[in-house]
């Protein structure tokens, strides 16, 4: 009876062992997905109800704090730019020659038609510092092996009350993430696809971010390239330079 | 004087079709500028009253913070009901309010919502609150008729809300549109949801806490309480008077208009008389008139147009300004997003002030146009004039 006792304990042990820590792989997707800065140039295709429209950008992001986007194309949209340091958020338009700050219900507006609002675009922390994980289980998502993480929000001032995240097992990028308030109620999700491997860190170059309270088929984010921990001068990240 | 008036009075009355012509045109310009006058005087008092009714009550207590044309406010003003607003919110004297912003998601759109917490039992206020007790699965919430017209939102639809808690934190619920008020007051229903104060606090995690505070009790210069400062009736119908203030002005153009086409026939009329009336002038003062007092009759029998288009104007303007009055004057256009409260139909409100004013404004006008060309009289040669030569 010992003997099969000790059997049972050992299994279940090494189930234990077999079993990835969540907060591992969470850990694993911030190297992955957080660098010190990027800079990186976009594509991104809004689905409408009169067919899509793709508007091309170029990002440079220092951190998680500070972010400065150029649109490129459309010709409507072109020289309209973005500047976000810390929580503030200023749109530069070149049609008006005005830089407004965005704030309020104005955040809550869809960055250009898109599934994104602004307020969006503003929570861009380390996944760890803000979630406690736990592995729900393996699913197997675009014919690779993911871990389905279930991520619960540790601090107070956090976006989104939970997530689920289908963590990719090899490469640790997530493939799909939903978004839930604190009602249960799913808000966003988000599909990854194209991984490639820059300077080491896998990264998804397909994001499809689709509001799920907005009927539609979602905006897709496409990195056409991207670069990191490249040197960014300090001025871009300056009001100045929204106008230049 | 006398003889003067009586004299003036025959020769109009004797210049028949052309005195009338002038009243007539006179009469209008009294009537249109009454009515008009009577118009904002109305949308004044009825803005003001429906803003007291509707919202603001007899005034409000306002979060420090808060500013309702700053989006950056919103989320940083609230703080607890103070201790000392707690009796006469309990008697219901005083409403307490909480806001938030959120979204609404009408038929798969995303809208942006001021969300706004108010206690299901007050009664202050004239807001159908008492609908926000109606029992159901999900949370009721009342919205105004322009905000249902723009989400396309009926009595009884269901629609995702999300809002950030004190937090930051993403939540969403589903409400149920239990009742559309109509309102002409546009900071109550323009993107805007109402809901229970108590469920607003407790979503939002700020229990006991409000942002501003309506209430009945008209005392002026009540004291700050706490975060809150007092914010009177005047201050928060500044806006209207100010909108009044420009409208008056922009009327003036016209009333100029009008009164400078009545002035001009008047004019005209009074050049006439004295270039026609030349062997008249010079018996007048043959029979002992001094020269004054023929500028006097003369300027008596200008300015008497104005008395005879006042008398005129009473005829057909009484009836029509008690007329507009029940009936009202509707505006042909959509004013539900003119951002004031701005009722459809407006009813004219005519004080003896303003009609004592107007008259005597028409008339100090008349008298100036009449005596201007008069002036000329004196300096006539009688015997010439007698003589009916032009001079």
Do not use: C
Request: no cysteine; aromatic share 10%; net charge positive.
């Amino acid at each position: 009876m010992k003997t099969i006792t000790a059997f049972i304990l050992t299994i279940i042990t090494l189930a234990g062992f077999s079993a990835p820590d969540a907060n591992e792989i969470l850990k694993k997707v911030d190297k992955n997905l957080s660098s010190d800065n990027r800079v990186m140039e976009s594509q991104i295709t809004i689905q409408g109800k009169r067919g899509a429209r793709t508007i091309s950008s170029k990002t440079y992001a220092m951190g998680d704090k500070k972010s400065f986007t150029e649109y490129l194309s459309p010709a409507r949209e072109q020289g309209t730019k973005m500047l976000k340091l810390e929580n503030q958020l200023w749109i530069y338009s070149p049609s008006t020659d005005r830089i407004i700050q965005i704030s309020g219900h104005l955040l809550r507006q869809s960055v250009m038609g898109s599934d994104l609002s602004y307020e969006d675009m503003m929570d861009d922390r380390k996944l760890t510092d803000i979630y406690t994980a736990k592995v729900l289980g393996e699913e197997e998502m675009y014919g690779r092996k993911t871990y389905l993480i279930e991520l619960t929000a540790k601090v107070t001032d956090v976006a989104y009350h939970s997530q689920k995240m289908w963590v990719d097992a090899e490469r640790f990028v997530p493939l799909k993430q939903e978004m839930y308030a604190k009602s249960g109620q799913l808000l966003k999700r988000l599909e990854m696809k194209d991984v490639i491997q820059v300077k080491g860190r896998w990264f998804p170059t397909t994001m499809v971010y689709k509001d799920m309270l907005k009927d539609g088929d979602g905006t897709e984010f496409k990195i056409s390239k991207i670069e990191f921990n490249v040197d960014i001068p300090e001025y871009i990240f300056s009001k100045a330079a929204l106008k230049k | 004087m006398k003889i003067a008036f009586k004299l003036a009075f025959r020769n109009l009355i004797g210049a028949g079709l052309r005195t009338w012509l002038n009243v007539i045109v006179l009469s209008f310009s009294f009537v249109v500028i009454i009515w008009m006058k009577g118009i904002l005087v109305g949308w004044d008092h009825q803005a003001k009253n429906d803003m007291e009714q509707w919202e603001i009550g007899k005034g409000q207590f306002w979060h420090n913070q808060y500013d309702p044309y700053d989006g950056f406010t919103i989320t940083d003003s609230h703080a607890p009901i103070p201790n000392e607003f707690k009796p006469e919110i309990e008697k219901g004297e005083m409403v307490p309010m909480l806001f938030a912003q959120g979204t609404i998601y009408p038929q798969g759109r995303m809208q942006p919502a001021m969300i706004k917490g108010i206690p299901a039992n007050q009664t202050l206020l004239k807001i159908p609150t008492h609908k926000l007790d109606s029992v159901t699965d999900v949370i009721p919430a009342i919205i105004g008729e322009v905000m249902a017209r723009s989400s396309h939102l009926e009595k009884g639809s269901r629609v995702v809300l999300r809002w950030r808690d004190s937090k930051g934190t993403f939540d969403a619920a589903e409400i149920e549109i239990v009742d559309i008020f109509s309102t002409t007051v546009p900071t109550i229903d323009v993107a805007q949801v109402w809901i229970n104060l108590e469920t607003m606090q407790e979503k939002l995690l700020l229990p006991e806490q409000a942002t501003l505070f309506s209430f009945a009790n008209a005392e002026e210069n009540r004291p700050a309480v706490g975060d809150f400062r007092l914010k009177t009736k005047k201050e928060l119908t500044a806006e209207i008077d100010a909108m009044i203030k420009t409208k008056s002005k922009g009327q003036s153009v016209f009333y100029f208009i009008l009164l400078l086409l009545a002035m001009l026939a008047i004019f005209d009329t009074q050049i006439l008389s004295i270039f026609r009336r030349q062997k008249e002038i010079g018996t007048y003062v043959a029979l002992g008139y001094t020269r004054q007092q023929v500028v006097t009759l003369f300027t008596v029998e200008g300015a008497m147009h104005a008395v005879l288009a006042a008398a005129l104007a009473a005829v057909y303007g009484i009836p029509f300004f008690i007329w507009q009055s029940k009936v009202g004057f509707t505006i042909p256009m959509d004013t539900s997003e003119f951002g004031m409260a701005i009722a459809p139909t407006m009813y004219p409100i005519y004080s003896v002030g303003l009609i004592l004013s107007t008259t005597l404004i028409v008339l100090l006008t008349t008298s100036v146009v009449s005596y201007w060309p008069a002036r000329r009289i004196a300096k006539m040669n009688p015997t010439e004039a007698l003589r009916g030569k032009i001079q």
